[in-house]
T-cell receptor, first 115, second 112 residues
């Protein structure tokens, strides 16, 4: 079974430029998460989808970040414009919410460097 | 709101020695508890989880963890560490609404 796929793995951009990250979850997983992981810290949730619906986006900086999950499968996270402080690893995870356990499976992440 | 504290930022152990990584959580209801491991440049891999029942849970790679409600702890243990266990370890607490909160991690170094 294929795991969570993310692309690109690495991205270097100049500040004020746009950037997009893509995630394909494990087949059949209805819940998808985007996290940001700063150096030396744990992942912090940006947005959580249940199927197509964003059920928790309280930590998403909506002035510059946007996300979509069309058809309830893969998802895209966008930053426009990027700032120096956005440099981090962006992790995607998915889970199958059977029994409400929300056991998450993570992709390898996208390391973003903003210069 | 829930929170997780991992008091040890960095731990060094000798290969073959035992290991215990500490995790304390704060949550008003019965938590779901997880330990993940992250190798450099990789995503997080689930080591083990606690949802209910037996408070001593077994995971992959020879790890185990014990849920102690009275101490709000979920410490990770391994009786004999291998060099390949060097990585960063994250404890997480989850709710039945699907929200997980992670600690800031403990970096494990294994000495030969």
């Amino acid at each position: 079974e294929a795991g969570v796929v993310q692309s690109p793995r690495y991205k270097i951009i100049e500040k004020k430029q746009p950037v997009a990250f893509w995630c394909n979850p494990i087949s059949g997983h209805n819940t998808l998460y985007w996290y940001r992981q700063n150096l030396g810290q744990g992942p912090e949730l940006l947005i959580r989808y249940e199927n197509e619906e964003a059920v928790d986006d309280s930590q998403l900086p909506k002035d510059r970040f946007s996300a979509e999950r069309l058809k309830g499968v893969d998802s895209t996270l966008k930053i426009q414009p990027a700032e120096l402080g956005d440099s981090a690893v962006y992790l995607c995870a998915s889970s199958l919410t059977t029994g409400g356990t929300y056991e998450q499976y993570f992709g390898p992440g996208t390391r973003l460097t903003v210069t | 709101a829930q929170s997780v504290t991992q008091p040890d930022i960095h731990i060094t152990v000798s290969e073959g020695a035992s290991l215990e990584l500490r995790c304390n959580y704060s949550y008003g209801a019965t938590p779901y508890l997880f330990w993940y491991v992250q190798s450099p440049g990789q995503g997080l891999q689930l080591l083990l989880k606690y949802f209910s029942g037996d408070t001593l849970v077994q995971g992959i790679k020879g790890f185990e963890a014990e849920f102690k409600r009275s101490q709000s702890s979920f410490n990770l243990r391994k009786p004999s560490v291998h060099w390949s266990d060097a990585a960063e370890y994250f404890c997480a607490v989850g709710t039945n609404a699907g929200k997980s909160t992670f600690g800031d991690g403990t970096t494990l170094t294994v000495k030969p």
